[in-house]
């Protein structure tokens, strides 16, 4: 089982850029994708971005769209998830998960491999 390890976050202005890391702990991922979420307490976990791993395919959240950006290094062992942090709404627990984008008419959704998930990157934008 390949883990997912984030990092790359910590306290930025609105308006900042910020990029996270989320990186395959001991080996490459060998999924299909990498999907991003964040968290803040008391909420739901809200899906963020799905990265194909195969032809690099982005889906994106509304509410990021313009702003964040998917890629991956050359390695095939880490995906990053750029974010031009323009409001202290983007203040979350930031998290990568492997597994399957799936998509359809109404948008797209996320599968998540079975297995735990990473401790996440705290990002905190300030006004």
């Known amino acids: 089982e390949v883990q997912q390890v984030e990092s790359g976050g910590g306290l930025v202005q609105a308006g900042e850029s910020l990029r996270l890391s989320c990186r395959a702990s001991?080996?490459?991922?060998?999924?299909?994708?990498i999907a991003w979420f964040r968290q803040v307490p008391g909420k739901e976990r809200e899906k963020v971005a799905c990265?194909?791993?195969?032809?690099?395919?982005?889906f994106l959240a509304d509410s990021v769209k313009g702003r964040f950006t998917v890629s991956r290094n050359n390695h095939g062992n880490t995906v990053y998830l750029q974010m031009s942090a323009r409001k202290p709404q983007a203040t979350a627990v930031y998290s990568c998960?492997?597994?399957?984008?799936?998509?359809?008419?109404?948008?797209?959704?996320?599968?998540?491999?079975?297995?735990?998930w990473g401790q996440g990157t705290q990002v905190t934008v300030s006004s």
């Open positions: 990265f194909t791993l195969r032809d690099g395919s982005t």
């Open positions: 998960k492997d597994g399957l984008c799936l998509t359809s008419d109404d948008g797209w959704e996320f599968e998540a491999t079975l297995g735990s």
């Open positions: 001991g080996s490459t991922f060998d999924d299909d994708a």
